[in-house]
Protein backbone atom coordinates (compact mmCIF):
# COMPACT_ATOMS: atom_id res chain seq x y z
CA UNK A 1 0.00 0.00 0.00
CA UNK A 2 1.30 3.52 -0.58
CA UNK A 3 0.75 6.19 0.88
CA UNK A 4 -2.01 8.92 -1.47
CA UNK A 5 -0.87 12.36 -2.98
CA UNK A 6 -0.18 15.19 -0.71
CA UNK A 7 -3.92 16.35 -0.75
CA UNK A 8 -5.01 13.16 0.37
CA UNK A 9 -2.63 12.86 2.77
CA UNK A 10 -3.39 16.22 3.96
CA UNK A 11 -7.27 15.46 4.17
CA UNK A 12 -6.33 12.04 6.27
CA UNK A 13 -4.21 13.66 8.88
CA UNK A 14 -6.31 16.53 9.03
CA UNK A 15 -9.53 14.05 10.01
CA UNK A 16 -7.06 12.79 12.18
CA UNK A 17 -6.15 15.59 14.38
CA UNK A 18 -10.76 16.48 14.25
CA UNK A 19 -11.07 13.29 15.91
CA UNK A 20 -8.36 13.62 18.33
CA UNK A 21 -9.70 17.41 19.25
CA UNK A 22 -13.27 16.18 20.08
CA UNK A 23 -11.47 12.96 21.84
CA UNK A 24 -9.82 15.53 23.96
CA UNK A 25 -13.13 17.62 24.57
CA UNK A 26 -14.89 14.74 25.60
CA UNK A 27 -11.97 13.28 27.87
CA UNK A 28 -12.23 17.45 29.29
CA UNK A 29 -15.93 16.93 29.77
CA UNK A 30 -15.66 13.62 31.91
CA UNK A 31 -13.08 15.15 34.28
CA UNK A 32 -14.76 18.07 35.08
CA UNK A 33 -17.97 16.00 35.58
CA UNK A 34 -16.17 13.74 37.60
CA UNK A 35 -14.34 16.81 39.44
CA UNK A 36 -17.84 18.03 40.32
CA UNK A 37 -19.58 15.12 41.87
CA UNK A 38 -16.43 14.70 43.61
CA UNK A 39 -16.26 18.28 45.23
CA UNK A 40 -19.67 17.65 46.13
CA UNK A 41 -19.44 14.40 47.37
CA UNK A 42 -16.14 16.44 49.99
CA UNK A 43 -19.01 18.98 50.49
CA UNK A 44 -21.34 16.54 51.46
CA UNK A 45 -19.52 14.68 53.80
CA UNK A 46 -18.22 17.94 55.64
CA UNK A 47 -21.61 19.45 56.19
CA UNK A 48 -22.50 15.62 57.67
CA UNK A 49 -19.25 15.58 60.11
CA UNK A 50 -20.18 19.09 61.14
CA UNK A 51 -23.71 18.28 62.03
CA UNK A 52 -22.42 15.06 63.44
CA UNK A 53 -19.29 15.81 65.15
CA UNK A 54 -19.53 12.91 67.41
CA UNK A 55 -20.46 10.52 65.37
CA UNK A 56 -18.26 11.27 62.89
CA UNK A 57 -15.12 10.51 65.70
CA UNK A 58 -16.79 7.26 66.75
CA UNK A 59 -17.21 6.09 63.29
CA UNK A 60 -13.25 6.96 62.68
CA UNK A 61 -12.37 4.92 65.75
CA UNK A 62 -14.82 2.13 64.69
CA UNK A 63 -13.18 1.88 61.35
CA UNK A 64 -9.76 1.39 63.15
CA UNK A 65 -10.67 -1.19 65.04
CA UNK A 66 -12.47 -3.43 62.29
CA UNK A 67 -9.51 -2.67 60.03
CA UNK A 68 -8.04 -4.72 62.35
CA UNK A 69 -10.92 -7.36 62.20
CA UNK A 70 -10.48 -6.79 58.34
CA UNK A 71 -6.51 -8.09 58.68
CA UNK A 72 -6.89 -10.73 60.35
CA UNK A 73 -10.02 -12.25 58.29
CA UNK A 74 -7.82 -11.80 55.50
CA UNK A 75 -4.85 -13.59 56.91
CA UNK A 76 -7.55 -16.72 57.78
CA UNK A 77 -8.91 -16.19 54.28
CA UNK A 78 -5.13 -16.35 52.68
CA UNK A 79 -4.02 -19.43 54.80
CA UNK A 80 -6.91 -20.92 53.66
CA UNK A 81 -6.22 -20.70 50.48
CA UNK A 82 -2.92 -21.82 50.77
CA UNK A 83 -3.89 -24.91 52.57
CA UNK A 84 -6.12 -25.81 50.52
CA UNK A 85 -5.50 -25.06 47.36
CA UNK A 86 -5.91 -28.04 45.34
CA UNK A 87 -9.13 -28.57 46.70
CA UNK A 88 -10.58 -25.42 45.82
CA UNK A 89 -9.00 -25.13 42.12
CA UNK A 90 -10.07 -28.77 41.25
CA UNK A 91 -13.16 -29.28 43.24
CA UNK A 92 -16.28 -26.94 42.85
CA UNK A 93 -17.97 -28.46 45.94
CA UNK A 94 -14.82 -27.08 47.96
CA UNK A 95 -14.78 -23.57 46.09
CA UNK A 96 -18.25 -23.15 46.80
CA UNK A 97 -18.12 -24.38 50.49
CA UNK A 98 -15.03 -21.81 50.50
CA UNK A 99 -17.05 -18.99 49.18
CA UNK A 100 -20.35 -19.57 51.74
CA UNK A 101 -17.37 -19.73 53.93
CA UNK A 102 -15.97 -16.21 53.80
CA UNK A 103 -17.60 -14.65 50.91
CA UNK A 104 -20.45 -13.06 52.16
CA UNK A 105 -19.21 -11.85 55.51
CA UNK A 106 -15.91 -10.32 53.51
CA UNK A 107 -18.30 -8.45 51.22
CA UNK A 108 -20.17 -6.94 54.26
CA UNK A 109 -17.13 -6.44 56.51
CA UNK A 110 -15.47 -4.40 53.11
CA UNK A 111 -18.96 -2.57 53.00
CA UNK A 112 -19.23 -1.65 56.36
CA UNK A 113 -15.76 -0.55 56.52
CA UNK A 114 -15.96 1.53 53.56
CA UNK A 115 -19.28 3.58 54.86
CA UNK A 116 -17.52 4.00 58.21
CA UNK A 117 -13.72 4.92 56.91
CA UNK A 118 -15.92 7.77 54.57
CA UNK A 119 -18.07 8.72 57.20
CA UNK A 120 -15.12 8.89 60.17
CA UNK A 121 -12.39 10.60 57.49
CA UNK A 122 -14.92 13.36 56.43
CA UNK A 123 -12.91 16.41 55.49
CA UNK A 124 -13.39 19.32 57.62
CA UNK A 125 -15.01 22.64 55.57
CA UNK A 126 -13.08 25.19 54.26
CA UNK A 127 -16.15 27.39 53.86
CA UNK A 128 -19.18 27.87 55.93
CA UNK A 129 -21.97 25.99 54.67
CA UNK A 130 -24.18 29.38 54.20
CA UNK A 131 -21.64 29.85 51.00
CA UNK A 132 -22.25 26.15 49.76
CA UNK A 133 -24.23 25.79 46.35
CA UNK A 134 -26.55 22.25 46.13
CA UNK A 135 -27.59 22.40 43.21
CA UNK A 136 -26.72 20.11 40.13
Known amino acids: MTIGTSPQLHGMLSELVS ?3 RQTA ?5 VSSI ?3 QRRRVVELGLWKLSNPELAEYCKQ ?4 LGRIQTDM ?3 ITEEIETNC ?3 FESEFGLNEFIDRFGTRFLQLN ?3 QVLTQLGNAPDLQVS ?3 IQTDN
Open 74 to 76: LST
Open 129 to 131: PHE
Open 26 to 30: LLEEL
Open 62 to 65: AAKK
Open 19 to 21: VQD
Open 35 to 37: AHA
Open 111 to 113: SLL
Open 86 to 88: DVL
